[in-house]
Structure formats: C-alpha cells, structure tokens
C-alpha cells in the first residue's frame, strides 16, 4: 500500500478484554516500530522489529502486552487482560532500512477501555 | 525523567510571521533529532531532520538549529501559513549506542492565524 496501514481505527474493549491491533507497513520497510500515545503526551516507544526479529521490547509496559511480526511484514500488538491505564493511541510506524530515522506512521488505533 | 522536553504546549503566530518551536534534550547520546507535524486524527509526519554533525538543516520554509553544547534545538516556520496548524513534536534517537526508538516530547500546538 502507499502507507502505513493500521486496524481497527477505534476498538473500544471492556476492562479484561483481550485486544489484538494490526499493522501492514509500507511494502518493502525492513523497521517496524510502535508507539504508545497517551492523551496530552508524546508517542513512547514500546517495541521495534527488524524484519521478523523483536530487536527491542524495552517499552513493552507489562507482560500483558507482546508484539509479533511472524513473515516480517504484517505485524500484530496484543494486549491481554486490558485495564482502563491502557486507554491510548497505539502508532505503528515503519522505515525502509535499519533505524529509527525518517519512520513512517500510521494513523493509529485510538483504543479506550471501559 | 524526561529526555526530551517541550516546554510550550501551544504558540500562536500571525500569518506570514515567523515561527519558532523549541525543544530540548538532556541526553547526550542522542545524534539524530528529527521535528514531526501531526494533524487530528492522523498520524505524525515526517517534517525535517537534522544530525548532530551538522547545526542547521534547511528545506523550503522549515529549517531547524542545533545547538550541541546548549543540548537545544529549534524549528524555524517562515513564512507560516494557516496549513501549518498542528502539534509539532521534537524527536530524538540515539542511533550509535545502538537503540533505535525515538524518544518523542510532549508536543507543541502551532496555531497561524490568518
């Protein structure tokens, strides 16, 4: 696709509700990154991928959250047991080489657990 | 404790005046630095980049200074125009010491008014 595409746009789950969001980067984007997006807040980092490898799940907040990028192309964050704190914007960005620099981002998943 | 710091939330200039965002940084690791524009509902766009071998970066009406030993950098807009309203974000990356997140600020909201 021309860019990066993530879904659903919105995903309202109730409070214990599993919750998987999906991201397909530009064709060919060896980086794949996302991002937390907090009301008022800046994106935070929460995990990157080189092709299918998990380089860096450093920001992954608690065990309930993973990510996989299993053909690396397509990947996918899940988060378990949701709880109201993990109300947010998830970003997907993704860039052509190795690195963080010139990542394009999708337009997010707004989730908001109730 | 937050590496990157935006410390205006929101700036509002006349059309056709300039622009000056601000951001600072307090890791000295960091030799990438890039400025994101976000509009509502979508995600952040690329906008110009800088790194830290060089102070100045120009394209078209946005260039950005770097000021290593003062650890600040800054957006320049001129002319702005009423399209440039969004929430501008300063994003670092320490690409040498091998991490390639970006570590975002919490934004500024640019308003140009006609």
């Known amino acids: 696709g021309a860019g990066v595409s993530q879904s659903p746009r919105y995903k309202v789950a109730k409070r214990g509700q599993d919750v998987a969001l999906r991201c397909d980067p530009i064709?060919?984007?060896?980086?794949l990154f996302w991002y937390q997006q907090a009301l008022g807040q800046g994106p935070e980092f929460l995990t990157y991928?080189?092709?299918?490898?998990?380089?860096?799940k450093s920001g992954l907040p608690s065990d309930r959250f993973f990510a996989e990028r299993p053909e690396g192309s397509v990947s996918t964050l899940k988060i378990q047991r949701t709880q109201q704190e993990d109300s947010a914007v998830y970003l997907c960005?993704?860039?052509?080489?190795?690195?963080?620099?010139?990542?394009?981002f999708g337009q997010g998943t707004r989730l908001t657990v109730v | 404790d937050q590496q990157v710091k935006q410390n205006s939330p929101s700036l509002s200039v006349q059309e056709g005046r300039i622009s000056i965002l601000n951001c600072d940084y307090t890791?000295?690791?960091?030799?990438?630095f890039l400025w994101y524009k976000k509009y509502p509902a979508e995600g952040p766009t690329f906008l110009i980049s800088?790194?830290?071998?060089?102070d100045k970066n120009e394209d078209g009406r946005f260039t950005v200074f770097l000021n290593k030993s003062a650890k600040h950098l800054s957006l320049h807009i001129v002319p702005s125009q009423p399209g440039d309203s969004a929430v501008y974000f300063c994003?670092?990356?320490?690409?040498?010491?091998?991490?390639?997140?970006?570590?975002f600020g919490k934004g500024t909201k640019l308003t140009v008014n006609p």
């Open positions: 994003a670092a990356s320490a690409a040498e010491g091998g991490s390639e997140k970006l570590v």
């Open positions: 890791n000295s690791m960091f030799d990438y």
């Open positions: 800088i790194s830290s071998i060089k």
């Open positions: 991928f080189q092709n299918e490898a998990q380089l860096d």
């Open positions: 064709s060919g984007h060896v980086s």
């Open positions: 960005a993704s860039s052509l080489a190795r690195g963080a620099v010139k990542a394009f």
